[in-house]
C-alpha cells in the first residue's frame, strides 16, 4: 500500500453500516473514501496521519467494508498531470511515487491546544529557475537537508530554519499544517509553494533543491 | 548572529539530559514536527523566553500522568498535588535556562521560567512555525516546542 490506491465503500458496508462501531476519527476515514480521490488525499482530507490510515485502511479492506477502485488509463494520466493519451501516446507514464511511512510511534498532541493563527506571508517570493512539473515530495525535500547537515539531529533543525522562510499559508492552503520531519507523506503540487520550498532550501542549504524530490510528471 | 542548529539542540540536549537523570534513561524521543497552525500545551507547561543568539521561545509541556511520574521518581511518596505539578515543571525549565546560560552567557538572555496550567494567561505570538519534538516515557508525553522569530532565518 503506497497512498496511491483509490478505494470505495462497497455493498457490504452499506448492508452493515447500522452495525459497525467505530471511534469517531475511524468513521471520518471510513465516511471519506469516494473511489475518487487517493488514499493519501483521503488520509489528508479526515485528518488522519497517513501512517494511522495505513492500519485503518487495512482494517476495513480486512472487513469488506471498502474495495479498490480500478482507474482508467485517462484518468491515470490525469491524476499524474498528463493530459490523455492522445497528448502522450501510448508511453506509460510513470508511477507518481508517494512515501510510504513505516508504523508511526509519535502521538500528536490532541489536549487542550490553543490554536493561534500564523501570520500573513513575510515575503514576495521570486520566480525561480525552471522547476520540474511534477508533485514535490516533502519527505524527499527534508531527505536533502538532513543530508546536506550530515546529521539527523541538526540536519532536522536545519529543516525547521528552511520552513521558517516557507509562508506558512501557501503550506496551509495545500492542506499542510504539519511536517513530519520522519516519513512525511505530504506532497506539494501547488507550483508557487514548490518555489517558495525551493527559494528557502537555496537560501539556507547554500545549495539547488535536487530534482529527485519531484515525482515525475 | 543567529545561533547555529548545533547550539539549537543544546536545548533538547539538556532538556533529554536532566529528564534522563531523574528517569534513569528511560526517555523515548518520538519523531519531531515542524507545526504552522497552532502551538500545542499539554496540561503544564513551563515557558522561557529568549533574547540575543536566538529570538523566540522554548517550552515544555507535558501531561499531568508525565509530571506525576517524574515526582515519584524523585520523591518516592507523598501526595501527589496541582503545586507538585508545577514545581516539577519549574524544575525542569530552570534547569534548562541554568544550563543554556551555564553554556552561552550573556550572548543569549533566558527569561524566568514562566509555569502554567493548560494555556498561557497571555496569548504567545505564533511565530510562522515552530519545531516540537515529543518525548515519551510510560506511556506519557511531554513536548519540547522551540519557535524562533522570521529574524532568526538569515
Known amino acids: 500500500m ?6 470505495k465503500r462497497t455493498a457490504t458496508y452499506e448492508r452493515d ?8 476519527p475511524q468513521w471520518k476515514l471510513l465516511l471519506a473514501y469516494d473511489g ?9 482530507s479526515a485528518d488522519v496521519p497517513f501512517a494511522e490510515a495505513l492500519p485503518l485502511t487495512e482494517k476495513f479492506l480486512d472487513r469488506g467494508w471498502i474495495e479498490e477502485q480500478p482507474i482508467t488509463l485517462d484518468q491515470y494520466l490525469e491524476r499524474a498531470g498528463m493530459h490523455g493519451v492522445s497528448a502522450t501516446g501510448t508511453a506509460v507514464p510513470p508511477a507518481v511515487i508517494l512515501h510510504e511511512p513505516k508504523p508511526e510511534t509519535q502521538k500528536l498532541p490532541s489536549l487542550d491546544a490553543e490554536k493561534i493563527v500564523a501570520p500573513p506571508p513575510p515575503q514576495n517570493i521570486a520566480p525561480s529557475a525552471s522547476l520540474a512539473r511534477g508533485s514535490m515530495r516533502l519527505s524527499a525535500v527534508i531527505d536533502s ?31 499542510i499544517a504539519t511536517v513530519h520531519l520522519v516519513n512525511d507523506s505530504s506532497l506539494v503540487r501547488n507550483e508557487t509553494l514548490q518555489r517558495a520550498i525551493s527559494n528557502a532550501f537555496n537560501e539556507i542549504v547554500k545549495k539547488s533543491l535536487p530534482d529527485s524530490v519531484f515525482a515525475a510528471a | 548572529m543567529p545561533l547555529h542548529e548545533r547550539d539549537i539542540y543544546y536545548f533538547i540536549d539538556v532538556t533529554v539530559a536532566y529528564l534522563n537523570k531523574v528517569t534513569g534513561n528511560e526517555i523515548v524521543l518520538r519523531d519531531p514536527t515542524i507545526e504552522f497552525q497552532s502551538l500545542v500545551f499539554s496540561a503544564y507547561t513551563g515557558l522561557l523566553h529568549l533574547k540575543g543568539g536566538a529570538e523566540g521561545f522554548v517550552y515544555i509541556t507535558a501531561s499531568q500522568e508525565f509530571l506525576q511520574h517524574l515526582y515519584t521518581a524523585r520523591h518516592s511518596r507523598g501526595r501527589f ?22 553554556r552561552f552567557g550573556p550572548a ?26 515529543p518525548f515519551s516515557w510510560r506511556n506519557e508525553l511531554a513536548y519540547f516546542v522551540l519557535g524562533l522569530n522570521s529574524s532568526q532565518i538569515t
Open chain 1, 2 to 7: 503506497t497512498g496511491t490506491e483509490i478505494y
Open chain 1, 17 to 24: 453500516a447500522q452495525a459497525i462501531r467505530l471511534h469517531a
Open chain 1, 36 to 44: 475518487q480521490r487517493t488514499l493519501a488525499e483521503v488520509a489528508l
Open chain 1, 145 to 175: 537537508i538532513i543530508s546536506a547537515a550530515g546529521n539527523n539531529s541538526l540536519g532536522q533543525l536545519l529543516a525547521y530554519r528552511v520552513f521558517l522562510r516557507v509562508p506558512p499559508d501557501l503550506l496551509l492552503a495545500e492542506g
Open chain 2, 81 to 102: 498535588t496541582e503545586e507538585n505539578c508545577r514545581d516539577v515543571m519549574n524544575d525542569i525549565a530552570t534547569a534548562i535556562a541554568h544550563n543554556v546560560h551555564k
Open chain 2, 108 to 133: 543569549l538572555h533566558v527569561s524566568e521560567p514562566r509555569i502554567f496550567s493548560t494555556v498561557p494567561d497571555d496569548p504567545i505570538e505564533m511565530p510562522p512555525a515552530v519545531f516540537v519534538q
